[in-house]
């Protein structure tokens, strides 16, 4: 005859381990979102470099995360809200208006001069390395529109031609486009892998991340 039976003693500690571990489950898992995002911050950080041509540091450090509590087990990435142009280079769509293009209209206005409707695009001699206005330009037109004189800015058509209206300026006997008003609306393709590159890091270091907390965590609770 075999006999078995279980120490009663075994089955408490048994029920004790259970009980600290879905205690503490909550928590580790908390942690390991946590740690997670953070991979998902920086592994989105390194993507800038591969997606964009000499991404400048405001691009590189567009990524903000929002952090789990052990109540509320969801933790979330996304682009800063002051950085609205990763939504169209993310999934495509139509180039939204640019802040510089207000600010030049405002200056023909200013001096009842208007521009067609439609978006005002640099060309490469207003571009900086990323392919954005190269910011010094702004103040360099406004101190110098309307002048005459070699390196003079105007805001209009020129004349003779069939020349686009935009921002040009005068050199050496000819005229050189800044700004340009296209009548077709600019649209980006989709750029940045967002998803791809967040998804694949999720996949991962997740596992890692928990089960790592969760040793950490039934260390504590011993």
């Given at each position: 005859m075999i006999t078995i039976k279980v120490d009663?003693?075994?089955?408490?500690?048994?029920?004790?381990?259970?009980?600290?571990?879905?205690?503490?489950?909550?928590?580790?898992?908390?942690?390991?979102?946590?740690?997670?995002?953070?991979?998902?911050?920086?592994?989105?950080?390194s993507e800038t470099t591969r997606s964009f041509t000499a991404p400048v540091a405001f691009?590189?450090?567009?990524?903000?995360?929002?952090?789990?509590?052990?109540?509320?087990?969801?933790?979330?990435?996304?682009?800063?809200?002051?950085?609205?142009?990763?939504?169209?280079?993310?999934?495509?769509?139509q180039r939204r208006w640019k802040g510089y293009e207000g600010f030049i209209r405002g200056l023909a206005g200013a001096r009842g001069q208007s521009?067609?409707?439609g978006k005002l695009i640099p060309t490469k001699l207003a571009q900086n390395a990323a392919g954005n206005p190269k910011?010094?330009?702004?103040?360099?037109?406004?101190?110098n529109l309307d002048s005459a004189d070699q390196g003079g800015f105007f805001i209009?058509?020129?004349?003779?031609?069939?020349?686009?209206?935009?921002?040009?300026?005068?050199?050496?006997?000819?005229?050189?486009?800044?700004?340009l008003v296209v009548q077709s609306e600019p649209r980006y393709r989709p750029l940045f892998?967002?998803?791809?590159?967040?998804?694949?890091?999720?996949?991962?270091?997740?596992t890692g991340h928990l089960n790592s907390a969760l040793d950490r965590a039934m260390a504590s609770a011993r």
């Open positions: 009663s003693r075994g089955v408490n500690r048994a029920q004790a381990f259970v009980a600290a571990y879905r205690n503490q489950l909550p928590f580790a898992t908390s942690v390991a979102l946590n740690q997670t995002a953070r991979d998902v911050q920086l592994a989105l950080k691009t590189k450090s567009a990524f903000r995360y929002k952090k789990s509590t052990k109540l509320s087990l969801v933790a979330q990435v996304y682009p800063s809200p002051d950085r609205p142009y990763f939504d169209p280079q993310t999934f495509g769509g521009l067609p409707s910011r010094s330009l702004f103040s360099l037109i406004e101190a209009g058509r020129p004349r003779g031609g069939n020349r686009a209206p935009g921002v040009w300026r005068r050199s050496r006997g000819r005229l050189f486009p800044y700004f892998p967002f998803e791809r590159v967040g998804n694949a890091t999720v996949a991962r270091v997740f």
